[in-house]
């Protein structure tokens, strides 16, 4: 199984940004994924999830009503679109895959991990 996230990048605060996660080695449809962020000095956090389907999705408070998750089943490919763009988001963004159909907030049950991506937001 490998995952491979986009480039992130550099974005003015305010801004917006996607982020694309591409799946392989898997039935993609199958299972939930999530993304996670660490910050300079602290540990990774959960960011958002979505469900096999792409019907459920769940987000950290710190990011609820700016990001969004989403999914292409056909394309293998799972998303972070992120607007208003705040300094405290600047972090390394890993995606993540679940061996399950639903998400989840913890990461010890994610069992694939991209190689994560870089996203500074300047002030």
């Known amino acids: 199984v490998q995952l491979q996230a986009s480039r992130g990048g550099l974005v003015q605060a305010g801004g917006s940004l996607r982020l694309s996660c591409a799946a392989s080695g898997l039935i993609f449809s199958n299972y939930a994924m999530g993304w996670f962020r660490q910050a300079p000095g602290k540990e990774r956090e959960f960011v958002a999830s979505?469900?096999?389907?792409?019907?459920?999705?769940n987000y950290a408070e710190a990011v609820k009503g700016r990001f969004t998750i989403s999914r292409d089943n056909t394309l293998d490919r799972m998303y972070l679109q992120m607007d208003s763009l705040k300094p405290e988001d600047t972090a390394v963004y890993y995606c993540?895959?679940?061996?399950?159909?639903?998400?989840?907030?913890?990461?010890?049950?994610?069992?694939?991990w991209g190689q994560g991506t870089l996203v500074t937001v300047s002030s």
């Open positions: 979505i469900n096999w389907s792409g019907s459920i999705t």
């Open positions: 993540a895959i679940r061996d399950y159909s639903r998400g989840t907030i913890r990461e010890y049950e994610y069992s694939y």
